[in-house]
């Protein structure tokens, strides 16, 4: 196994419309994260799942933002109606449970 | 989770040992510190992970005193590929997940 991958690595997009990213984790890795960071800053947690269950969503995952994890394997998280506050990093990272985390090389989104 | 606070920025030199101290006076009992670096357009990449005493493994040595209100980030003979961002997290495991806090980490710079 190669680690954590991330789809796209770039994109832009123009302010209102929808992105999705996909996150494939460790293949033997129950739980994922989702994380976004911003220039100058360490990441910031949004979302993780244990096996397809999302478990925990924080308080920037605002309701234009949904992830899932339907078979348990890979994740996307899609936002709707961007803005350019969107802007950012975002970061997917797989663990066991009570292990580190393995973090993917991340997806930077620009919103114009 | 709070935070933790670390210098946001050191100088080094090829050769030389770096150490990099995180404080973290409000310590849970449950929590472990953790390390980890990333550089530009990647993920952050786990370094070493400690509870109380020394660590130490192929990369890095950890140190934590007995209060365990303070850390030290110890990396022998530092490299130019050594340059990264560095984070010091309070990690706290539970049967819900372990959600990572980053601050902003501090920034190593080393020069030939």
């Known amino acids: 196994d190669t680690g954590v991958s991330q789809d796209p690595r770039h994109k832009i997009t123009k302010r209102g419309q929808n992105v999705t990213f996909r996150c494939d984790p460790i293949s033997e890795h129950n739980r994922l994260y989702w994380y976004r960071q911003t220039l100058g800053q360490g990441p910031e947690f949004l979302t993780y799942?244990?096996?397809?269950?999302?478990?925990?969503k924080s308080r920037l995952l605002s309701d234009r933002f949904s992830a899932e994890r339907p078979k348990g394997s890979f994740s996307t998280l899609e936002i709707q109606r961007t803005e350019q506050g969107d802007s950012a990093m975002y970061l997917c990272a797989s663990s066991h449970p009570f292990d580190e985390q393995y973090f993917g090389p991340g997806t930077r989104l620009t919103v114009t | 989770l709070a935070k933790t606070t670390q210098p946001i920025s050191m100088d080094s030199y090829e050769g030389q040992e770096v150490n990099i101290t995180c404080s973290h006076n409000?310590?849970?009992?449950?929590?472990?510190i953790t390390w980890y670096q990333q550089f530009p357009s990647q993920g952050p990449r786990f370094i070493i992970q400690?509870?109380?005493t020394k660590v130490t493994n192929e990369v890095a040595s950890l140190f934590i005193p007995a209060d365990r209100k303070s850390s030290t980030l110890s990396l022998p003979r530092v490299s130019l590929s050594d340059t990264a961002v560095y984070y010091c997290l309070r990690t706290y495991f539970t049967g819900g997940g372990n959600k990572l806090t980053f601050g902003t980490g501090t920034q190593l710079k080393v020069e030939l």
């Open positions: 409000n310590i849970a009992t449950n929590d472990y």
């Open positions: 400690g509870y109380k």
């Open positions: 799942f244990q096996n397809e269950a999302q478990l925990e």
